[in-house]
């Protein structure tokens, strides 16, 4: 009995370990009896980032970076040059759309994905481009140039929309993966 | 008694080991080709070698916005019902289900006092409890297998311990070999406590990936 004892033990020590990455939102005992599935990344549900953020591409989840660079990306003169655009708003807007990244950022998410990106982020350089990740890129890297930026409906990895059909509801599942103009890239 | 604690003994250095495999592999760079810890990426002095893994050329002007790209709308797409990491999710599921028929399941009562007759044994080993005990560890062991397969690129040593994939991954098997240690028990010696601590450690592994 004695070694079963240090068994439970271990698997209470181990769920406690992944609730350092507890949201505000989100209490650990709320998410460890909720069974509704969280292995993808949560969906946007503030209609001002859906919207300001949807302009110009897919609209990143928030779970996709760590705090801190929606931080640094989501200032107003950070907006001013984002990557090369201006991508500038009314103050009271972006504070909204700033927090609320904040808010759903990947160090505070229960989502599966969104735990592994902070927890490969959690020491290093803030990344600010979601392509950068070292998870994102392994997860591509067998994927041949000529299906990305040499692909005329796809063009750059960023556009992450284009291939994975479910991204709007925050799920990247190969098995929804369809990658334009390439019907058979699984082969 | 004592070779069953000896064995008990024997699994949890194995896990130990493993752990303590994981937390230096972590640390150590050993192939220098290939970025073998997420932080080595933003590395300045070694970022250049990884120029293969730039794929997209995000910097070109190119590539600006969304509008001056040619949309191409996918016809509505299905994702496939029968894949690899379907089969894992439900094989997984199934051997829950099969742990807690089997913790519920009737069995002959248990022979204390004098060794049990060869028809006592015969009924211990073909009883619904024996049945679901034995499918549920095959179905453990078919997981793990199905979960090395397809799900081979979602678990890497060098995102170290905290990393809820390979949580996953080693409480799955250490599940399923806890499973395996307590059919091989049964029905002799008691063996409850290793096939609910299998079973437990299941069902942490699905929920921290679910």
């Not at chain 1, 292995?39 to 919207?51: A, F, G, L, N, R």
Request: hydrophobic letters at 40%; glycine letters at 6%.
């Amino acid at each position: 009995m004695k070694n079963n004892s240090i068994v439970l033990v271990s698997l209470t020590a181990a769920l406690l370990v992944n609730s350092t990455h507890a949201g505000a939102e989100e209490s650990f005992i709320g998410w460890l009896l909720d069974f509704s599935r969280t292995k993808e990344v949560k969906p946007v549900t503030d209609k001002h980032y859906q919207e300001e953020c949807g302009e110009c591409h897919f609209a990143y989840q928030p779970g996709l970076l760590p705090a801190r660079s929606w931080d640094r990306l989501l200032k107003a003169e950070a907006m001013r040059d984002h990557f090369g655009d201006n991508a500038e708003m009314d103050i009271d807007t972006l504070k909204e759309i700033h927090d609320y990244a904040v808010e759903n950022a990947a160090d505070k998410s229960y989502y599966k994905r969104s735990r592994k990106i902070a927890a490969a982020t959690a020491d290093g350089p803030t990344p600010l481009r979601i392509t950068e990740l070292h998870y994102i890129q392994r997860k591509h890297h067998e994927l041949p140039e000529k299906m990305i930026k040499g692909n005329r409906s796809v063009k750059s990895l960023s556009y992450c929309d284009k291939c994975h059909t479910q991204a709007d509801d925050g799920v990247y599942d190969n098995d929804t993966v369809s990658i334009p103009n390439y019907p058979d890239w699984d082969d | 008694m004592k070779l069953k604690e000896s064995l008990a003994n024997f699994f949890a250095v194995i896990c130990l080991t493993v752990v303590a495999a994981m937390a230096h592999a972590s640390e150590a760079v050993f192939e220098p080709e290939l970025p073998t810890v997420a932080s080595s990426y933003f590395n300045k002095h070694n970022f250049s070698n990884y120029r293969p893994y730039l794929l997209a050329q995000n910097e070109v002007p190119t590539a600006k916005s969304q509008d001056e790209i040619s949309v191409t709308s996918f016809e509505k797409f299905n994702p496939p019902l029968f894949t690899g990491s379907n089969a894992h999710k439900f094989l997984g599921v199934g051997t829950l289900a099969l742990v807690i028929a089997t913790a519920v399941a009737p069995k002959p009562p248990e022979v204390e006092d004098r060794a049990p007759t060869q028809a006592e044994l015969d009924a211990q080993k073909s009883s619904s409890h024996a049945k679901l005990g034995r499918a549920a560890a095959t179905l453990a062991v078919a997981t793990v297998a199905t979960g090395l397969l397809y799900h081979w690129d979602d678990f890497h040593l060098e995102d170290g311990l905290f990393d809820p994939d390979n949580q996953h991954a080693l409480l799955g098997a250490a599940g399923a070999l806890a499973m395996l240690y307590a059919i091989s028990k049964a029905p002799d010696e008691g063996h409850a406590g290793m096939g609910i601590a299998g079973g437990a450690a299941m069902a942490v592994a699905i929920k921290l990936t679910w």
